[in-house]
C-alpha cells in the first residue's frame, strides 16, 4: 500500500507550527486511490464475520460506512457530544492538552455482536483506546483496528494491548 503515500499530501506547520499534517483529500479524490484504502481495510476482515463497523468522528465516517457495505455489516458511528438524538454511552479520555469525550447510542452494538473499528490515523492511539473502551462497555466483541495512517513514532498502537492494529500506510 506505499503507493498511497504518493497521493498523501503532506502539509507543514498544520494546524500548528512543527506538525507535520498529513492530508487525505489528495488520496480521496483520487478514485483507484479511494477504491485501494476501501479494499484494503475491508480485505483483512472478509469471511470474519463483522457485525458492525464503527467509524470515529469525523474522518473514520468517509471510510467506515463503506467498509461496512463492503463486508455486509452495519455501520455505527462514534461522535462528540452533543451530536447523537438518543441515549448515548460516554467516555472521557485524556488529550496531550486536556480532556475529550466521545459518545455511542446505548443501542448502537448489542452484546456478544463483533465489532471493527475503522479510522483515518493512529497517532497517540488515545482515542482508539476510548472507542475501545465503549465498545467493551456495550458488551460488543472488539475483533480488531483498521487505520488508513499510522504514525509510527507516536506508537499509538502500544495503548491497544491485545487488539488486533492495522494500517495501510506508515510514517
Known sequence: MNHLKSLIREVPDFPKPGILFYDITTLLKDAQGLKSVIDGLSE???GMDIDTVVGIEARGF???PAVAYALGAGFVP???????????E????????????????????????RVLVVDDVLATGGTA???AQLI?????ELV????VIELDFLKGRERLPGLDVRSLVHY
Open 90 to 113: 460516554r467516555v472521557e479520555y485524556a488529550l496531550e492538552y486536556g480532556i475529550d469525550v466521545l459518545e455511542v447510542h446505548r443501542d448502537a452494538v448489542e452484546i456478544g455482536k
Open 62 to 64: 468517509i471510510f467506515a
Open 129 to 131: 483506546a476510548a472507542v
Open 44 to 46: 483483512g476482515y472478509r
Open 78 to 88: 462514534v461522535r462528540k457530544p452533543g451530536k447523537l438524538p438518543a441515549a448515548a
Open 136 to 140: 467493551r462497555k456495550l458488551g460488543g
Open 144 to 147: 480488531g483496528f483498521e487505520f
